[in-house]
């Protein structure tokens, strides 16, 4: 946890067993998606290997910090905020990955033709990117996710989405930070 790990401990002991579990899951996913290293494998490039291993990293910070949100209340938004990737989306650059979830989701649910890539396009740097990093884990981990049809194999690309990682994993702490405050506050009173 970040800056209220020492409130924390004094507040241990007033939190219930699901909440006490609850936190234990996010703090053990959250740690492994940390310390997660790409690895190369037999007949695969390492481009190639490095474009799963980013979006899986996404993925799971996604999902990490996603348990959280039965004690924060959050739902359908994070705080998962990223300046640099959200230029980079407005800029085209990833284009191809917006043009593949967009036929990913057509193969997968009938819907109208209206795509959903100019849903991402323009967008005020200051835009909240929750929905967007839960389409690309869905398209990681129940799509047709490929390096190549995402470009993905450019390194750039690559690291602008390890950044999305780590904030995606930045918005928990700092949701969980904010939850334990309160918890404190309302404890004091």
Same mark, same amino acid.
């Given at each position: 946890m970040g800056s209220s790990s020492t409130?924390? %401990?004094s507040l241990k002991a007033k939190l219930s067993s699901d909440e006490l579990a609850l936190?234990?899951?996010y703090r053990a996913r959250r740690k492994y998606v940390?310390?997660?290293?790409?690895?190369?494998?037999? /007949?695969? %490039?390492? %481009?190639?290997?490095?474009?799963?291993?980013?979006?899986?990293k996404l993925s799971l910070a996604f999902t990490a910090t996603e348990k959280l949100t039965t004690?924060? /209340?959050?739902? /359908?938004?994070? /705080?998962?905020?990223?300046? &640099?990737?959200v230029k980079a989306l407005n800029a085209g650059r990833f284009d191809?990955?917006?043009?593949?979830?967009?036929?990913?989701n057509l193969r997968r649910f009938e819907r109208n033709d209206n795509p959903e890539i100019h849903r991402w396009k323009n967008l005020p740097e200051t835009r909240e990117l &929750?929905?967007?990093?839960?389409?690309?884990?869905?398209?990681?981990?129940?799509? %047709?996710?490929t390096p190549t049809e995402t470009g993905f194999r450019s390194a750039p690309l690559r690291h602008l989405v390890l950044e999305l990682a780590d904030s995606t994993l930045a918005a928990g702490e700092i949701a969980l930070d904010k939850w334990v405050a309160k918890k404190l506050n309302q404890q004091k009173k």
């Open positions: 409130s924390f %401990s936190l234990s899951k940390i310390g997660l290293q790409p690895s190369l494998n037999d /007949g695969l %490039s390492e %481009s190639v290997c490095e474009a799963y291993f980013v979006m899986l004690l924060t /209340g959050q739902k /359908g938004n994070l /705080g998962i905020f990223n300046p &640099t990737f191809k990955l917006l043009v593949a979830m967009d036929k990913d &929750t929905k967007f990093v839960y389409q690309c884990r869905n398209f990681m981990f129940h799509g %047709s996710f």
